[in-house]
């Protein structure tokens, strides 16, 4: 006998309807800033550097934008569909910084279910507080339900 | 006395042509896996569990697609144009899964700049050997060379 | 086919002048030293417990001077020469402690070039604000540029 | 009534003899080579990327050369002499590299003690196997036992 682990399995398609949304976000602490720089390698001195970041244009260190990128990859990747979809594509428009101490939420919301190729379109925003500091799309492959 | 940090501060718009281009890259571990999973919270059984991976179109764990997207901002923000830009946009196709253990290359190369505008659109590419595992495109906002 | 990753390759050996100069830096938080005391294994009190750190000559935890000193070698194996180099050898004089917040910036400044034995000598030099906190002179043996 | 972490200081000045001598080392895994780079910023592609290592004169990924010195600094502040003890200088001449999996022992011993000045001079080694991989020497400034 084998583990079952179909109960690990995310929605299916038969389970998605346009307007679904799910959330996941966190507070963006100097040590998810130092984690973030180390797992990807970017240490750009705006991330990483108070002397450098206070002469830039945001005046102190700001977060990897490709950290908030990644909680619209956790809400897809365990929520909304969650595990068993692939991720096709992702469009990301950087509209403003993430500061250390700020609490990102990404939300994700359907907008578009294409059953016949089983694509799933999202809509996906990461806000602080009611500003918007990132949005785009996802395409998202979902499988159907296993008879 | 104040410190000067212009040391550090990557490529100017003045600096750049279509077609140069950068890299940057790691061999991914298991470890980078756990980590990106813990700072993105992104805890998807087919990136963690071995069991549900096997059972999964994979057949095995795979990395974070936002891992290998992380290793283009690395190129953005370290190496071109470096510390000092703005990343405006970036678009990701994910054309195939990183194994634990693949190494993955990130690779931009410009291929237009708007100098009116200061912005720069990079192809961007992320490799595994001859695969191209994930595409897309970035768009920077690079400052001129300060007078 | 094979990949070709020359474009990863640092400077050659005809690329150095003596007085050319790099920078590395970060601000160290106690992210940072934790993360250094768990893969060091140095767990010194003086680094991870406050009220021992509280009854020592420098009142606080302090950062590990080596960490300091891995800034240095970030610059010599990222920037001056970069990837290709060899690490021949580095003496460190520790001047000052760095406190949790301080921000570290490490310097090197080719001081003498021995084209015949390929080797770079570096005046090597950690900075917090004004003060010197670390000093010491790095030797490393750079490739020349291949035919 | 305050607490008391007298308790946690190393050696005094006059506990130590020439000849005593005190190891740590730990079998360097992928996992402590990508929490070095990060938490250094040593995102060099010797040791992080095993295509370029492929192609380098150590056929392989590598361990950075200061994750062994830093064992050397965890001998000097948890064991010989320990906490309390204040770290002058280190000279650091890499000899050989550190291969993934490989079993590094820093080894340090007490060469010189100058009672006046409080300063004790250690030889300090990092083996892998009998291979001396690191090589130099540490000059510490340790207290006297209050009376």
Redesign the interface.
Known sequence: MT?D?RA?HGLYLEDLKTGMSAQ?G?TV????I???????????????????AA???FGQ?IA????S???I??VV??KLP???S?????????KAPVKIGDTVTAVCTIVDIDAAKRRVRLATECRVGTTVVLD?EAVILVPRRPA
Not at 35 to 44: H, P
Not at 86 to 94: C, E, G, K, V
């Open positions: 583990e682990f690990m996941f966190k602490g100097e040590a998810d130092q984690a973030f720089a180390g797992v990807s390698g970017d240490t750009n001195p705006i991330h990483l550097h108070q002397g450098f002469t830039s244009r260190r990897h934008g490709m950290l990128a990644s909680f990859s956790t990747g365990t969650g595990p068993g692939i991720y096709i594509s992702q469009s990301l428009n950087f785009g």
